[in-house]
């Protein structure tokens, strides 16, 4: 996207009712948590989720203007939605995403999130903050520089570290996110977990998702109850659970790490999911809102905000897509996942 594009003011489209059972599925679950990726491109070519060939080509240029990224996350709030979190692709690619930012955050009242490679960090976090961002999750899925290279196939962890450092000095809440694939990285579980202790951090261990052509094997997979245990064996230490958060702040089980105010989570996809607690809906850089990480059909509001569709056509059209949404991700029915591209489309 060019530098030189003019500041536009976002333009507003008429409030839609807000109404007061908020937005729920087909199975009565609050959705209450909105994830927008802003673009499909990335910088990074991290080995769990770009195809080994070809990927960074097909990324598609975002087909959602900021003004209509805006107006999208608006008739989702408008219906209840009350987080918003930005993602992609890498979404610090987007030269307009303070735009962005400043768009959506009165409408969650600062309720703005990011999740970002980091390497475009240090120069935009003041910004982003100046322009209602609240907290940024940093993928980070190795603390030493050979593996770092070897799993995003860049050598970035300095820059990366800079953007953390950056984060934190502008006021965002920071977290990191570790993906932890066998053979790769689970080597860097325990300097992960070194790094959240000695900076007062939360890391979050996720464990590595199937999609589409990221090359998912059992093998590689590690599941979150081996991570815990590499961790506390690692750090000679008990670690203590904090009781379980509101879904507002997402499905990882928290552990303290001892005399530090740093934590590690794990997010247990696959071998405990968290479906029947599911808050969270994906609007994609296409403009189609997806009600599920592995299943449903997209639905398109893009071609209906085109042809000015009204705010209750598209208050329609989100409600209808979510009575669709799945029990449960197709997995635990010994099913494969439905793709419908790849985590950098869908937005991780
Ligand atoms: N580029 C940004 C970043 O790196 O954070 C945002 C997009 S990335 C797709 C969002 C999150 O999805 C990251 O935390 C990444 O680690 C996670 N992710 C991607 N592929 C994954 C997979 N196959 N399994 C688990 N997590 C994955």
């Not at 599925?25 to 910088?43: A, F, K, M, P």
């Not at 997010?267 to 296409?286: E, G, P």
């Not at 598209?314 to 419908?340: N, V």
Request: hydrophobic residues 40%.
């Amino acid at each position: 996207m060019p530098s030189s594009l003019p500041m536009l003011p976002i333009s507003q489209p008429p409030r839609m009712l807000r109404l007061k059972d908020g937005l729920q599925d087909g199975l009565g679950r609050n959705i209450t948590y909105l994830r927008v990726s802003v673009t499909e491109q990335c910088n990074l070519a991290c080995v769990y989720c770009r195809p080994r060939t070809g990927a960074l080509e097909r990324a598609e240029a975002p087909a959602l203007s900021r003004n209509e990224t805006v107006q999208l996350v608006q008739a989702f709030t408008s219906l209840g939605i009350r987080k918003v979190r930005l993602t992609g692709g890498e979404p610090l690619l987007r030269r307009d995403l303070e735009t962005i930012v400043a768009g959506i955050s009165p409408e969650v009242e600062g309720r703005v999130h990011l999740t970002t490679n980091g390497l475009h960090l240090a120069k935009r976090a003041r910004g982003l903050r100046d322009a209602g961002l609240c907290g940024v999750n940093v993928s980070l899925d190795a603390a030493e520089r050979g593996a770092f290279e070897r799993l995003t196939r860049k050598d970035g962890l300095a820059r990366v570290l800079a953007g953390l450092e950056a984060a934190r000095a502008a006021g965002l809440k920071a977290k990191l996110n570790a993906v932890v694939l066998r053979g790769w990285n689970e080597d860097q579980i325990v300097p992960l977990a070194r790094l959240a202790q000695a900076e007062g951090l939360q890391v979050r261990f996720i464990e590595f998702m199937p999609y589409q052509g990221n090359g998912w094997g059992k093998d590689q997979f590690v599941p979150a109850d081996e991570i815990l245990r590499t961790v506390r064996e690692g750090l000679g230490a008990s670690l203590e659970e904090e009781p379980v958060a509101g879904l507002e702040e997402g499905p990882a089980r928290i552990f303290r790490l001892p005399g530090s105010e740093g934590k590690v989570g794990v997010i247990s996809t696959l071998s405990a999911d968290f479906c029947d607690r599911c808050n969270r809906v994906r609007l994609t850089s296409r403009g189609e809102l997806k009600a599920c990480l592995f299943g449903g059909h997209p639905v398109d509001l893009l071609e209906p905000l085109r042809n000015h569709a009204s705010p209750e056509d598209l208050a329609r059209l989100i409600r209808q897509a979510l009575t669709d949404k799945l029990d449960c991700h197709p997995m635990r029915r010994g099913e494969d996942p439905q793709f419908a591209g790849g985590m950098w489309q869908v937005g991780g």
